[in-house]
């Protein structure tokens, strides 16, 4: 069975496997004691820092284990805050960060701190200049992805960096996605990273901090990593966690290229075999191994388990699939289509018989969901009776209001509109990423007694 998410994590690489297996043998004691098998212990531990150090391209000194990629983000920017408190107390993030570098916001936020937040374009990329417009006298820190978890883009972060730099702003980069993939460029001052991204086991993380930026450790003070990162070490799965990173960076170079030959592929595929389908994120400034599209007229939960009967393990950014029912913050933030959507991200050595595959079976599980759903599946009827209508979507979930706005905005003349009410949160992004792919005009949202209502001009 296919597995496709490997942005969620990624499968154990056979180094970390042999490494883990190792470790647990010998690297069982206290690394903090000097008998013999505390020696040993602190002997692995020292030298899976020592090759992380080398990976990440920081010195050993810098480098701290977590017991999470979240808790490093967690604890690297709740650190470089509190270090730099005589500074000021704004925090500058991008709005398609990661969930635990938004908590982190929310948190600083709640206690009296200030957030900026910097917007990203259609393809979900910041732009340098803008993000540099939101720094500040009393700018403590700023965040910044080198990737993007969702859609695969890349992030200016060194053009971001030299303008940190220049106002005396650390900043702290999630490396989350690209650590295992390509070197993160030079700059930065935090760097977090997580072992299940790239093939290690889960439940390790990496902090590093640069020597000189002021950081002060939040919590009860603790002998373990510096301080940084309390609790006894889990020297097996650290051990694990940075000989498979070694391994797959020595990797990167081939299999990038041959993933994102594949990916290629996809992207070119999809919507020449699927109608009304929406690919995002950067064509080219992109990781190797990541697509996103979305398809209209379609339940993302439903897709998922169709796919996952048919044999392929992928992930969605709808908000069908999610117990909040509102769309990905990331495709929000971007104004794509949320709808329908599904993110491939392909594991190292992925067969190019299983994406053929996937090609093959992703048309005929489309078209089965959007015919159980209602879809529109011939263009609409010229004829106009009436001037405008009103689509009552009210209590309906995605893509309902949108399959019910395709069904009708033919029954209106050209110049006619079409009002969606509609208490839907991911009504809000899918109708006006409906009328730009359909080439229609979204005039607005208007209050309404329950919900909102969405009116769409017909312009062709």
């Not at 730099?165 to 490396?175: E, T």
């Amino acid at each position: 069975m296919p597995y496709f998410d490997t942005a969620s994590a990624a499968p154990l690489h056979p180094v970390a496997r042999q490494a883990l297996l190792a470790a647990l043998d010998e690297g069982w004691a206290d690394p903090a004691r000097l008998y013999r098998e505390g020696r040993r212990a602190r002997l692995l531990l020292d030298a899976a820092r020592e090759a992380a150090a080398e990976a990440v391209g920081c010195r050993p000194d810098e480098l701290t284990f977590t017991p999470s990629g979240t808790r490093a983000v967690h604890s690297g920017i709740s650190g470089a805050l509190a270090g730099r408190r005589r500074v000021g107390r704004h925090l500058v993030v991008s709005s398609v960060e990661h969930s635990s570098v938004l908590h982190s916001a929310a948190a600083h936020e709640a206690a009296g701190g200030s957030v900026s937040e910097a917007p990203v374009d259609r393809s979900g990329a910041v732009s340098a200049a803008a993000y540099a417009e939101l720094l500040r006298a009393d700018t403590a820190l700023a965040c910044l992805q080198s990737a993007n978890h969702e859609v695969g883009t890349e992030q200016p972060v060194a053009a971001v960096a030299e303008l940190c730099r220049a106002a005396g702003v650390p900043l702290l980069v999630d490396a989350a996605q690209s650590l295992g993939r390509e070197p993160v460029p030079d700059g930065w001052s935090l760097l977090a990273g997580s072992a299940h991204k790239w093939g290690g086991p889960s439940g390790v993380g990496l902090l590093a901090v640069r020597k000189g930026v002021r950081f002060a450790a939040q919590g009860p003070a603790d002998e373990r990593e510096a301080g940084r990162a309390a609790g006894f070490e889990n020297i097996p799965a650290i051990v694990a966690a940075a000989a498979s990173l070694r391994a797959v960076r020595a990797e990167a170079a081939a299999e990038s290229v041959r993933l994102r030959a594949l990916v290629d592929r996809i992207r070119t595929a999809v919507p020449e075999l699927v109608p009304d389908v929406e690919v995002v994120g950067d064509p080219v400034r992109r990781l190797p191994h990541l697509v996103t599209f979305s398809c209209l007229y379609v339940d993302g939960e439903t897709l998922l388990h169709e796919l996952d009967r048919a044999g392929f393990s992928v992930s969605s950014g709808s908000s069908c699939t999610s117990s909040t029912l509102t769309p990905s913050h990331v495709l929000r933030a971007m104004g794509v289509l949320s709808e329908g959507n599904v993110r491939v991200s392909l594991p190292n050595g992925t067969a190019e018989t299983d994406v053929d595959r996937f090609l093959d079976v992703l048309p005929r599980v489309v078209a089965e969901v959007r015919q159980r759903l209602g879809a529109p599946v011939s263009p609409p009827s010229e004829t106009a009776p009436a001037a405008s209508l009103v689509v009552d979507a009210l209590g309906k979930r995605c893509p309902i209001p949108v399959i019910e706005l395709a069904k009708v905005i033919g029954e209106v003349p050209v110049g006619g509109t079409v009002t969606v009410l509609s208490d839907d949160e991911a009504a809000r992004l899918d109708i006006p990423a409906w009328c730009a792919m359909r080439e229609q005009e979204y005039v607005g949202e208007e209050p309404a007694d329950r919900g909102s209502a969405y009116v769409v001009r017909r312009l062709s």
